[in-house]
């Protein structure tokens, strides 16, 4: 069983453990009492104009399944120093087994800077997943198109968009782009990380960002660390990178994000 496989094995088990506890009726009802106001913040912030400089979407990142832990740090004080930084958004994994990340994670966060549009970033494959991260306060959540069918993706896409979130559809090759443009996908985000091997290529969101018609948001994701890759990323016309590595591991996180902004 690969290392994707068994994620997302893991994600399904916790998910029906929560069901145990509150049952898909019962968080479905609690997520639509809540009047929430999203106004596709998400898009909006990542969405690059002309003349503008690379959008950075900052990651709250603690593990990886590749390098294990990567740094124990407070999270909100982490959130603190990204929007100071001029973060345009900040994506939270919420993943536990093998990410040490948490839901409460994002829920403190989206407490504490309610303007900075945030990222849900888990492996989404259940109708459960979509309420929680309503409930959680997410403007947007992550789709894998790898770990979902052509149908998943559709059910999952639309349920995400009724409820007012954006969602980050993520490709890695030609395959996952299909499902892209099967839900019409606006935000697509290209893995450079193959989530089977864990190997990373720029190349490949110069690839495939000539597979995409124009009009669409794209973000770039995976093995960003310095100006030269963003410089490059930026000339082919991508919207928006999400970095979490190389500033989590940064000496100074703050000067890592505006260096990478351009600013």
Same mark, same amino acid.
């Given at each position: ?6 994620? *997302?094995? =893991? ?30 913040? &998400? ?10 400089? $690379?959008?950075? $979407? ?5 593990? =990886? ?9 407070? *999270? ?12 345009? %958004?900040?994506?939270?994994?919420? @993943? ?5 990340? +948490? ?29 929680? =991260? ?5 403007? %947007? $959540?992550? /789709?894998?198109?790898? $770990?979902?069918?052509?149908? #998943? ?16 559809? #993520? ?6 782009? #299909? ?25 490949? !969101? ?14 770039? #994701? ?7 890759? *963003?410089?490059?990323?930026?000339? +082919? ?5 999400? *970095?979490? !590595?190389?500033?989590? /591991? ?8 505006? @260096?990478?902004? &351009?600013?």
């Amino acid at each position: 069983m690969s290392i994707l496989e068994r994620i *997302v094995e =893991s994600v399904k088990r916790r998910v029906a453990e929560q069901k145990k506890t509150m049952p898909l009726n019962q968080i479905k009802e609690k997520a639509m009492s809540l009047d929430r106001e999203r106004d596709r913040l &998400f898009y909006r912030k990542i969405k690059r104009l002309p003349n503008e400089d $690379i959008k950075v $979407i900052a990651e709250i990142k603690k593990a =990886s399944p590749s390098k294990g832990l990567l740094m124990e740090y407070d *999270v909100e004080r982490m959130s603190d120093i990204y929007v100071a930084a001029g973060a345009d %958004a900040i994506s939270v994994i919420t @993943e536990r087994d093998f990410f040490q990340g +948490h839901p409460e994670f994002l829920e403190k966060i989206k407490r504490r800077h309610e303007d900075i549009p945030i990222l849900r970033k888990d492996f989404i494959v259940e109708d459960y997943q979509i309420y929680e =991260s309503y409930l959680l306060g997410a403007d %947007a $959540i992550l /789709l894998i198109a790898s $770990i979902l069918t052509s149908e #998943e993706c559709i059910n999952l896409y639309n349920l995400a968009k009724s409820a007012g979130m954006d969602v980050l559809f #993520e490709v890695h090759d030609e395959e996952d782009l #299909e499902k892209a443009f099967l839900v019409n996908a606006d935000i697509i985000g290209i893995n450079n990380r193959n989530l089977k091997t864990l190997e990373i290529n720029i190349n490949t !969101t110069f690839r495939l960002k000539e597979l995409i018609p124009n009009g669409k948001v794209l973000v770039s #994701e995976s093995g960003i660390s310095n100006r030269e890759q *963003v410089e490059k990323i930026s000339e +082919h016309g991508i919207d928006a990178i999400l *970095v979490g !590595t190389s500033i989590v /591991l940064s000496e100074n996180p703050a000067k890592k994000i505006r @260096e990478l902004r &351009f600013s």
